[in-house]
């Protein structure tokens, strides 16, 4: 579940105007539990203990859903607040997952 939490999070942030080949972001949810996400920019991205997902990103809406990969694959998705920002390294911008659960994302690295 945190998984699902967090890859929403940063993918929906990561997918910011400013997007390098890849993007890492800290995703730090409600409950203060946190993990990182490298998401590339061909529609996929890495997480922690091997977890993958695919995603997509709705500029207007502000809105990300992934797909995680398993057994099970689970769609989850989130809407950031617009922050203003271009997407550098350091920026951060609140989340919400459909499921109504609430976390703060915070790029921490780029690639280009």
């Known amino acids: 579940m945190k998984k699902t939490i967090a890859l929403a999070s940063i993918l929906a942030f990561v997918a910011a105007p400013a997007i ?11 409950d203060g539990a946190s993990q990182v996400w490298k998401f590339n920019d061909d529609g996929t991205a890495e997480g922690p203990e091997g977890a993958s ?5 709705d500029e207007e809406g502000k809105k990300l859903c ?31 997952l459909d499921d109504g659960r609430k976390g703060t994302a915070k790029i921490v690295a780029k690639e280009e």
């Open 20 to 30: 390098a080949a890849s993007t890492s972001v800290e995703f730090t949810g409600e």
């Open 53 to 57: 997902a695919t995603y997509t990103w």
């Open 66 to 96: 992934a797909t995680i990969a398993g057994d099970e694959p689970q769609t989850v998705c989130a809407t950031f607040e617009d922050n203003g920002g271009e997407g550098a390294v350091g920026e951060t911008a609140g989340y919400t």
